[in-house]
């Protein structure tokens, strides 16, 4: 048990889980917020400084989505790749499991 525990690869496919996790709430505040926004500018009683305000801010909010996707993207092919590794790693016959 204590091996498993030492295993860099493990410890950071369990750093990328929580990372992805991370990413993922991000990219969905990044659209609640876009969603909230133009639920607003959109309610028939909004003054026009609303929409204006909502159309000045539109395009922040969409790259907002845009940086959280990319980052999610790449956070989830990394721990493919890692996880990858961990298969790899398991089915290696050279380790044995003789250390201990």
Known sequence: MAKKDQNPTLKLFY????????????????????????LEASYPNSGDDVV????RWLPIGRRNIDIARQRLASI?????FVRQALVLEASDPSDSGAES
Do not use: P, V
């Not at 204006?52 to 159309?55: A, I, K, L, R, T």
């Not at 989830?76 to 493919?80: K, Q, Y």
């Open 15 to 38: 750093t990328l889980l929580e990372r992805e996790d991370n990413a993922a709430m991000q990219l969905e505040d990044a659209e609640k917020d876009l969603m909230n926004r133009l």
């Open 52 to 55: 204006e305000e909502f159309s």
């Open 76 to 80: 989830s092919l990394e721990r493919g």
